[in-house]
């Protein structure tokens, strides 16, 4: 792996970098797995080796050249380091639909999953969501594991969560109107 140079020479927010980036262009779930357990062993061993140095250096307090800045220090990085790495294994479902969806675009029922894993905490970002799937990404021709219709009517449903009715309904009528063309565009063929 490109990331163990990083780490064999102690760059490990290069290596970091490296591993979140290559979870942007993964095709396959092998990969995926391969990647993720290298990342993960990487991450527990940087939280054992700051565990390692806290004791060490608590057993020190005695000691006339103890810091407690340096203690201070060693907990706040550890602190972060827990974060980052609790950060990285809840998003490990979020990774692997990524991948599925890059992998076909079309899977209806993993673009609910996805709405689904990304919760109720940013509206923004579900809106966002669900416009790149209709508009950008979903082909209602090539579509599996579901009809495309069932996105829009979860998209209008969602904006009704909201109190925003006009919009809902616009969106009900773009489905209706791009349920016409995708017919039309069929019946021509």
Do not use: C
Request: net charge positive; charged share 30%.
């Amino acid at each position: 792996l490109y990331a163990e140079f990083f780490i064999r020479t102690g760059n490990f927010s290069k290596a970091r970098d490296i591993f979140l980036d290559s979870f942007e262009t993964l095709l396959s779930i092998r990969g995926f797995s391969l990647i993720w357990d290298a990342y993960t062993h990487f991450e527990d061993q940087i939280i054992e080796n700051l565990t390692n140095k806290i004791s060490n250096y608590s057993k020190k307090k005695n000691n006339k050249n103890f810091n407690e800045k340096k203690l201070e220090n060693l907990n706040l990085e550890f602190e972060m380091r827990i974060s980052a790495y609790e950060k990285l294994i809840s998003s490990r479902e979020l990774i692997i639909n990524s991948i599925l969806l890059r992998q076909n675009p079309h899977n209806i029922s993993e673009w609910h999953k996805r709405i689904a894993l990304l919760g109720d905490d940013d509206p923004k970002l579900i809106f966002q969501t669900y416009s790149d799937a209709l508009l950008h990404k979903i082909d209602p021709h090539l579509t599996i594991n579901g009809r495309v219709v069932s996105i829009w009517t979860r998209f209008a449903k969602y904006y009704e969560s909201f109190d925003q009715l006009n919009d809902a309904r616009r969106i009900f009528n773009r489905a209706v109107n791009m349920q016409k063309n995708s017919t039309n565009e069929t019946e021509k063929k």
